[in-house]
């Protein structure tokens, strides 16, 4: 009877092991989509959309955002300024300012600082 008791004292009580029992549980790995299959570390392979191809799509996404930005916007201001391309940099400053007094006076700021 001693020994009964003694066992029954050492064991955690009854919602500790659920708890206990839950954690495991919520810690197996979670089975694969259907197109893939799972090697024996628990990683998803297959024809689904493998990693490289993602990289490269992105890098070529990117590329082709960068390489619209470089043809379809303009030199700053400031740049064509100094560069002795007045006109030009007036140009730029009239769509970027509110008003041709604003972009005049930048302008003719910019002309003297440089």
């Known amino acids: 009877a001693s020994a009964s ?11 500790l092991r659920r708890v206990v029992s839950s954690l495991a549980t919520a810690a197996t790995p979670a089975p694969c989509p259907a197109p893939l299959t799972c090697s024996s570390g628990g990683v998803c392979e297959g024809k689904l959309a493998p990693w490289r191809h993602l990289a490269l799509a992105a890098t ?18 400031s740049y064509l300024a100094r560069r002795g391309r007045v006109e030009a940099a007036r140009r730029v ?20 600082g440089g």
């Open 60 to 77: 070529g996404l990117a590329v082709a955002l960068l390489l619209c930005a470089l043809l379809l916007l303009e030199e700053s201001p």
């Open 5 to 15: 008791a003694s066992a029954s004292a050492s064991a955690p009580p009854a919602s």
């Open 93 to 112: 400053l009239s769509r970027l300012r509110s008003s041709a007094a604003e972009a005049s006076e930048e302008l003719k700021a910019l002309v003297r």
